[in-house]
């Protein structure tokens, strides 16, 4: 059997760089099942208020956050509802209890929080929840590639000739 990189792409080998999780908290606890559970070709960003937040968000595309409602100052919702207006690719996870669940609850049924990390945490709740992140925010990025970059079928269209590389017939039913 070969080995895993005999199978990879070299045109994948300068992809995009993995997804960077950034997390608003000072909770050991939550900070230590976090650094467990995180991939490490993930970056890991560990920040105490927004102010710190902005900096890493702005230095490059690919984030998923974790909010920690003990440590937000201020309103959890417009903050989340400020994080996504800002950058719209960026996933979020809110972590608390659930008086701070209904707190959220318009931008949990939104989509402006992608998901609600109750409290106490553990482990596999966390792994979970981050790797659902990572992948809803992998699904929007193809989502959002797919949008910008439309194929070009125009010599399908105009009938190109057959056998010309790159033009196709369509085969309809019925039809030979």
Same mark, same amino acid.
């Given at each position: 059997?070969?080995? #895993?990189?005999?199978?990879? /792409?070299?045109?994948?080998?300068?992809?995009? &760089? $993995?997804?960077?999780?950034? &997390?608003?908290? !000072?909770?050991?606890?939550?900070?230590?099942?976090?650094? /467990?559970?995180?991939?490490?070709?993930?970056?890991?960003?560990?920040?105490?208020?927004?102010?710190?937040?902005? =900096?890493? @968000?702005?230095? +490059?595309?690919?984030?998923?956050?974790?909010?920690?409602?003990?440590?937000?100052?201020?309103?959890?919702?417009?903050?989340?509802?400020?994080?996504?207006?800002?950058?719209?690719? @960026?996933?979020?996870?809110?972590?608390?209890?659930? %008086?701070? !669940? /209904?707190?959220? &609850?318009? #931008?949990?049924?939104?989509? *402006?929080?992608?998901?609600?990390?109750? +409290? $106490?945490? /553990?482990?596999?709740?966390? +792994?979970?929840?981050?790797?659902?992140?990572? +992948?809803?925010? %992998?699904?929007?990025?193809? %989502?959002?590639?797919?949008? !910008? *970059?439309? =194929?070009?079928?125009?010599?399908?269209?105009?009938?190109?000739? =057959?056998?010309? $590389?790159? *033009?196709?017939?369509?085969?309809?039913?019925?039809?030979?």
């Amino acid at each position: 059997m070969l080995p #895993q990189s005999e199978f990879e /792409s070299p045109m994948f080998a300068n992809g995009p &760089a $993995p997804v960077a999780i950034a &997390a608003i908290t !000072q909770d050991r606890a939550l900070i230590g099942l976090l650094r /467990s559970v995180v991939d490490p070709a993930n970056d890991l960003i560990l920040v105490t208020s927004e102010a710190e937040l902005t =900096p890493h @968000l702005n230095s +490059r595309r690919g984030w998923v956050a974790l909010l920690d409602s003990m440590f937000v100052e201020g309103d959890l919702a417009a903050l989340a509802e400020r994080l996504r207006d800002n950058w719209p690719d @960026l996933v979020l996870v809110v972590v608390g209890t659930a %008086e701070e !669940q /209904s707190k959220v &609850a318009a #931008q949990i049924t939104s989509g *402006v929080v992608y998901r609600f990390l109750h +409290r $106490p945490v /553990s482990a596999p709740r966390v +792994r979970l929840f981050v790797d659902a992140a990572l +992948r809803r925010h %992998e699904v929007e990025n193809v %989502e959002r590639t797919l949008e !910008q *970059v439309r =194929p070009d079928f125009s010599p399908v269209e105009a009938g190109g000739k =057959p056998g010309t $590389p790159g *033009v196709g017939r369509a085969i309809l039913p019925g039809v030979i």
